[in-house]
């Protein structure tokens, strides 16, 4: 249904910025993401200030594993004009570049939403990207570990292990920052559980650099491990 409704709104007016991002919200309703792009492509082309068309790609880019390239399309759009929706979107692109204090800022921007719909909205675009980057991020950090145990002094070792605690604070402030449905409170506490556990699990092997001390190694995997 979702796919006829952008097939039809890209033939009624394909001049027609408004209609290109409708049929592109309506692709993407349809799980087809590259159809979506060749619409807002073609309203971007028409006028590349249109916050809308912007928003939609900063979605798909998310979606994508490309945080600076949302990141850029919402500056655009927020050159126009700060709404409490890009506001959030930033915030979430934000934290996936690990941009602490910037995710921050943006969440307070944001504020908290109007109703019902707006927290349902939030909590379904930004938890499976939050989940993503996590997943993703606790396979770096197993890897990590290996690193810091053949390579405790290596400089490169302790500016990742920095990097990667920024990280995971960010993530850990957007998850907490988010309002969750009443549903979903059981679920979401647990994975501030887990995130919190990695954020331990770095610590340990911050301390481990600098101590050498391996049973602070065997303490982050065990954190780790609980976490995953």
Not at 109 to 129: H, Q, S, W
Not at 209 to 217: F, K, P, S, Y
Request: aromatic letters at 4%; one cysteine or more; hydrophobic letters at 45%.
């Amino acid at each position: 249904m979702a796919a006829q409704e952008a097939r039809r709104a890209s033939a009624l007016l394909p001049d027609s910025v408004a209609l290109r991002a409708m049929a592109a919200r309506a692709w993407l309703a349809a799980g087809q993401p590259d159809e979506a792009q060749e619409d807002l492509k073609q309203a971007i082309a028409r006028n590349p200030e249109d916050s809308e068309t912007r928003s939609l790609l900063a979605e798909i880019a998310l979606k994508e594993g490309k945080p600076s390239a949302a990141a850029e399309h919402l500056q655009h759009a927020l050159q126009r004009g700060a709404t409490p929706l890009l506001r959030f979107q930033m915030a979430v692109a934000q934290t996936g570049l690990g941009n602490l204090e910037t995710v921050q800022t943006e969440l307070r921007e944001a504020g908290t939403p109007k109703d019902e719909v707006e927290l349902r909205g939030r909590y379904e675009f930004a938890i499976p990207l939050l989940d993503g980057w996590a997943k993703t991020e606790s396979g770096n950090l197993v890897s990590l570990f290996q690193r810091a145990l053949v390579r405790r002094t290596d400089p490169a070792v302790a500016e990742q292990v920095v990097r990667n605690k920024k990280q995971l604070d960010a993530f850990v402030v957007l998850a907490q920052a988010l309002p969750v449905p009443a549903q979903h409170q059981s679920s979401h506490d647990r994975r501030l559980v887990a995130l919190r556990l990695m954020v331990q699990c770095v610590g340990d092997l911050a301390a481990y650099l600098g101590a050498g001390n391996e049973d602070l190694i065997s303490e982050g995997r065990i954190s780790l491990g609980e976490a995953i």
